[in-house]
């Protein structure tokens, strides 16, 4: 996509299919790998009818390699038919500086 077009806010990093990172929901229950994150949101391949657009859920991000595990309130934005779209609602500073360490980990092997 033409990057002059590009309507989003933050830019994204993909994450590689060996990415160990994953979302979980509340209950602790693992909804699937993590494959797109930036400071506004991420992208999760999972079951797009688990959520519905406009819906605010609680999410664990988890990536063991990092020691990150951290609830966050999303809200769904879209879904596709490999998974589902969620944007951050409030990040709280810790929060912001995990998904920070991901987006630096996976930005720098994009850029190799």
Do not use: W
């Amino acid at each position: 996509m033409n990057r002059v077009t590009e309507k989003r806010k933050y830019e994204r990093v993909n994450l590689p299919a060996s990415s160990e990172a994953y979302l979980t929901d509340a209950n602790g229950k693992k909804l699937g790998m993590l494959r797109v994150i930036g400071q506004g949101g991420l992208f999760c391949e999972c079951d797009p009818k688990l959520f519905k657009p406009g819906q605010i859920v609680l999410l664990r991000i988890v990536d063991p390699s990092e020691g990150i595990d951290r609830n966050m309130e999303c809200e769904v934005r879209y879904a596709f038919e490999n998974g589902i779209g969620f944007a951050f609602e409030d990040l709280d500073p810790d929060a912001a500086v995990e998904v920070g360490v991901i987006i630096g980990k996976y930005y720098s092997a994009e850029q190799e």
